[in-house]
């Protein structure tokens, strides 16, 4: 397990917008080299990969998930080992705790979105969105 830690979470109004980041205090994990993600779970749901990046800050290393593609945008900051999520248009459906997660690879795998990959793992923030 890795130090991650999640901030920017909280409480908006439909139609709102929150960027969530991801800083990691772990010395073996090695942020501008790994793949990074963004998973939510609403209470009796099961997780839900959201976004994916590749080491690389580029449009062509991200994928998203159907639920968020066109909403929620994911970012990395290599040099100061921030990851970002931003996320507009929020809807109450959105409602959940959200994670960030890096794996050992350099690229999002094909089936990224379930998380399989992902060896580190933050503690969560929690989004609330009111209708």
């Known amino acids: 397990q890795g130090e991650l830690a999640e901030s920017g979470g909280g409480l908006v109004p439909a139609g709102g917008s929150l960027n969530l980041s991801c800083t990691t205090y772990?010395?073996?994990?090695?942020?501008?080299?790994?793949?990074a993600g963004w998973f939510r779970q609403a209470p009796g749901k099961a997780r839900e990969g959201l976004a994916c990046?590749?080491?690389?800050?580029?449009?062509?290393?991200?994928h998203y998930s159907e639920s968020v593609k066109g909403r929620f945008t994911i970012a990395r900051d290599n040099t100061n080992n921030i990851l970002h999520l931003q996320m507009n248009s929020l809807e109450p459906e959105d409602t959940a705790t959200y994670t960030c997660?890096?794996?050992?690879?350099?690229?999002?795998?094909?089936?990224?979105?379930?998380?399989?990959?992902?060896?580190?793992w933050g503690q969560g923030t929690q989004v609330t969105v009111s209708s």
């Open positions: 997660a890096f794996s050992l690879y350099d690229t999002c795998a094909s089936s990224w979105s379930e998380g399989d990959e992902f060896r580190f």
């Open positions: 772990d010395r073996d994990l090695r942020f501008e080299a790994h793949t």
């Open positions: 990046i590749g080491w690389k800050d580029l449009p062509s290393y991200t």
